[in-house]
């Protein structure tokens, strides 16, 4: 440690920032001219009703599912994000396709090609990517705190499958700058216990709530922290993101007649268009297949299984490994369990409709 403290101390300071501005173009600069795909078209389609009305970005109708929905149920986040898109779609205007007659060359049949302006996946890409540097570099900073190597696990998070692919123009790269960045004001409101950072820690908390309601997660993590260290006065910070949700949520009294996020919450639990409660046994099931898919996306099980073995043991690494394990196991035959139990309600439906249809007939 003292060698790796000496060596520290010897390398220019210019190096890891060198470093980390690598890696974040590495991971960046290739899908800027990425086409919209998957969910990117929900997100564009509340920031075409912003732009129309700003007031009322769920006013519109979109057909996501099986038929036409409001967006106000098709889309289960807070539409933080879609501002700022729609804000870069004004000035790019709409990924419109242009027809262009091709040069025939006195042939007698006209040939056509059609084209469009990619100003505005640029532009979508290029407000993503300032956010995913954000994050990065919000992550090197905690890593200087709690990691030997920080520029390595930064560029770990940066390359990780959870990461790379998912260059698009969706919500996790804005949540994940706006957690990190909370995590650290955090860190250094509890330090030094001055309000400027402790304001900083509100005001990030609550443009992460939202743009995605699941940052309430962050909310306990920071005040729990916050317990531990015996700091209450840096408990502050969670009227800020209190406060924007209780706005929010006024607003949608006022322009929908409900509460987007308690809506969102009821269809949560099972994944379904229409809300049906709260079924413990669906929210245990889904956790579960939460964990596999962090498990699936992440390089963090190497550098967390290398520390377990060096401070538990080859035993502690064995008993981890086959917790892993056996919530992967259950998380799969919970997921078999319960795709066969909604394919037959669905094959229940038809028979039943059938029936119907025929009586009437």
């Given at each position: 440690m003292q060698e790796?403290?000496?060596?520290?101390?010897?390398?220019?300071?210019?190096?890891?920032?060198?470093?980390?501005?690598?890696v974040a173009l590495a991971t960046t600069l290739p899908f800027l001219a990425k086409a919209f795909h998957t969910d990117d078209a929900l997100y564009l389609a509340v920031a075409r009703q912003i732009l129309v009305r700003p007031w009322d970005p769920y006013g519109a109708q979109v057909l996501w599912e099986k038929v036409p929905e409001p967006l106000f149920d098709a889309d289960f986040n807070p539409p933080l994000w879609s501002y700022l898109m729609a804000g870069v779609l004004a000035i790019t205007g709409e990924p419109a396709p242009r027809v262009v007659r091709l040069a025939t060359d006195g042939q007698a049949v006209a040939q056509f090609a059609a084209t469009a302006s990619r100003a505005p996946e640029i532009g979508m890409h290029l407000l993503e990517s300032l956010f995913v540097v954000a994050a990065l570099v919000a992550l090197y900073r905690l890593g200087t705190r709690f990691v030997r190597w920080?520029?390595?696990?930064?560029?770990?998070?940066?390359?990780?499958?959870?990461?790379?692919?998912?260059?698009?123009?969706?919500?996790?790269?804005?949540?994940?700058?706006?957690?990190?960045?909370?995590?650290?004001?955090?860190?250094?409101?509890?330090?030094?216990?001055r309000w400027r950072w402790i304001i900083a820690t509100g005001v990030l908390a609550a443009l992460a709530v939202l743009t995605k309601y699941t940052s309430a997660v962050l909310l306990v993590v920071l005040g729990a922290y916050a317990l531990r260290c015996r700091s209450g006065r840096s408990l502050w910070f969670l009227v800020l993101p209190a406060g924007a949700l209780g706005l929010w949520s006024l607003h949608n009294l006022l322009v929908y007649e409900r509460v987007h996020w308690l809506v969102i919450f009821g269809r949560w639990q099972t994944g379904e268009r229409?809300?049906?409660?709260?079924?413990?046994?669906?929210?245990?099931?889904?956790?579960?297949?939460?964990?596999?898919?962090?498990?699936?996306?992440?390089?963090?099980?190497?550098?967390?299984?290398?520390?377990?073995?060096?401070r538990y043991g080859g035993r502690g690494l064995l008993a981890v490994l086959a917790?892993?394990?056996?919530?992967?196991?259950?998380?799969?035959?919970?997921?078999?369990?319960?795709?066969?139990?909604?394919?037959?309600?669905?094959?229940?439906?038809?028979?039943?409709?059938?029936?119907?249809?025929?009586?009437?007939?």
């Open positions: 790796q403290q000496a060596l520290d101390t010897q390398r220019p300071r210019w190096m890891p920032w060198a470093g980390l501005a690598l920080p520029l390595t696990a930064a560029a770990m998070v940066a390359l990780s499958p959870a990461l790379l692919p998912g260059q698009n123009v969706m919500l996790e790269g804005p949540v994940l700058a706006f957690w990190l960045g909370a995590t650290w004001c955090h860190l250094r409101a509890i330090e030094t216990r229409t809300p049906q409660g709260v079924d413990l046994a669906e929210t245990w099931g889904r956790l579960f297949a939460l964990l596999r898919a962090l498990g699936a996306v992440t390089a963090l099980a190497i550098p967390v299984a290398w520390c377990i073995a060096r917790l892993c394990l056996g919530i992967g196991w259950w998380g799969e035959h919970d997921m078999e369990a319960r795709l066969a139990r909604r394919h037959e309600q669905l094959e229940e439906a038809v028979v039943a409709r059938t029936i119907g249809e025929l009586a009437a007939k």
